[in-house]
C-alpha cells in the first residue's frame, strides 16, 4: 500500500473513532435524565420484587404515552403533602410522576397523587 493509501486510511480510522466516541457520549448523557409527567395511575404493583408504577400521559388529542417505573425504598410518595405508601395508591388516580432512566431501568424518584 502506498503512503497516501495508508494516509487516508489512518484519517479514516482517526474519524471512525472520533464518530464512535461522539455516539457513546449521547449514549452516556441521556442515562440518569430525570423526567416528570403528569397523566393518570393505570397500574400498581406490589405483589412482587421489584414494586412498579404505570403511568398513562396525554401527549395529544389521539396519542398517549406509558411510562412504568421501579418504585424504590428511596421513591417519595405523597398525596397533599402527606407522606403515603405504594399500596394507598388506586388505579385511575391522577398523579405526578418525576422518574430517571437509568442503564437498569426506569426509576421513580417522586410520585405525588392528586
Known sequence: MSRTGQAWMAVFAVTTLIILSS???????????????????IAVNIAQAPYMIVIKTPLTQHNDMTVGAKVTAQTRIVRKRTKI??????VGEGAWLTYVKQRDGVIARTIQVQ
Open 23 to 41: 455516539i457513546l457520549s449521547d449514549v452516556e448523557a441521556a442515562d440518569g435524565r430525570t423526567y416528570r409527567v403528569h397523566g393518570q395511575v
Open 85 to 90: 405508601t405504594l399500596q394507598t395508591i388506586r
